[in-house]
C-alpha cells in the first residue's frame, strides 16, 4: 500500500532500506489525517439545514406511516389535510387576537414615544 504511492526514486530508495518503511508509512498516515482534518473543516455543516433536514425526514417518516396505516397514499394525504384543516380552524382565532394585541401595543408605544417626544420639546 505505501508502495504504491511513492514514485519510482522513492520505491527504490525504501526496496534498498535507505528509507525506514515505518517511517513512510507514518509520513503518509500524519499526511492522511492532516488531509481528513482539513476536509472536515472545510465542510462544515450549519445547524439549521441540520434541522430542516431532521424535521423533512421526520415529516416523511410520519407520511409513509400513515400511508401505511391507512392503505394507501391517497387516503393518507386526506388524513393530514383533515388534520390540518382542523389546526387552521382551531388557531385563526388565536392568531388573529395575538395580531390584534400586538397591533395594540404598537399603536400604544408609538402614542407613547410621541407624547414623550412633544413633552421635551
Same mark, same amino acid.
Given at each position: 500500500? @505505501? =508502495? /504504491?504511492? #511513492?514514485? /519510482?526514486?522513492?520505491?527504490?530508495?525504501?526496496?534498498?532500506? &535507505?528509507? =525506514?518503511?515505518?517511517?513512510?508509512?507514518?509520513?503518509?498516515?500524519?499526511?492522511?489525517?492532516?488531509?481528513?482534518?482539513?476536509?472536515?473543516? /472545510?465542510?462544515?455543516?450549519?445547524?439549521v439545514? $441540520?434541522? #430542516?433536514? $431532521?424535521? &423533512?425526514?421526520? @415529516?416523511?417518516?410520519?407520511? #409513509?406511516? #400513515?400511508?401505511?396505516?391507512?392503505?394507501?397514499?391517497?387516503?393518507?394525504?386526506?388524513?393530514? =389535510? !383533515?388534520?390540518? &384543516?382542523?389546526?387552521?380552524?382551531?388557531?385563526?382565532?388565536? @392568531?388573529? !387576537?395575538?395580531?390584534?394585541?400586538? /397591533?395594540?401595543s404598537?399603536?400604544?408605544?408609538?402614542?407613547?414615544?410621541?407624547?414623550?417626544? !412633544?413633552?421635551?420639546?
Amino acid at each position: 500500500m @505505501v =508502495d /504504491a504511492r #511513492l514514485n /519510482a526514486d522513492e520505491r527504490a530508495e525504501v526496496r534498498a532500506g &535507505a528509507v =525506514d518503511d515505518h517511517a513512510v508509512a507514518k509520513d503518509l498516515r500524519e499526511a492522511y489525517e492532516r488531509g481528513r482534518r482539513d476536509e472536515r473543516g /472545510a465542510r462544515k455543516r450549519h445547524p439549521v439545514v $441540520v434541522t #430542516l433536514t $431532521v424535521v &423533512a425526514a421526520v @415529516v416523511g417518516v410520519g407520511a #409513509l406511516a #400513515l400511508a401505511a396505516v391507512n392503505g394507501s397514499f391517497g387516503r393518507a394525504g386526506g388524513v393530514v =389535510d !383533515d388534520s390540518l &384543516a382542523t389546526a387552521v380552524t382551531q388557531a385563526r382565532p388565536q @392568531v388573529d !387576537d395575538a395580531a390584534s394585541q400586538a /397591533a395594540k401595543s404598537l399603536h400604544d408605544a408609538g402614542a407613547a414615544a410621541k407624547s414623550k417626544a !412633544d413633552g421635551k420639546s
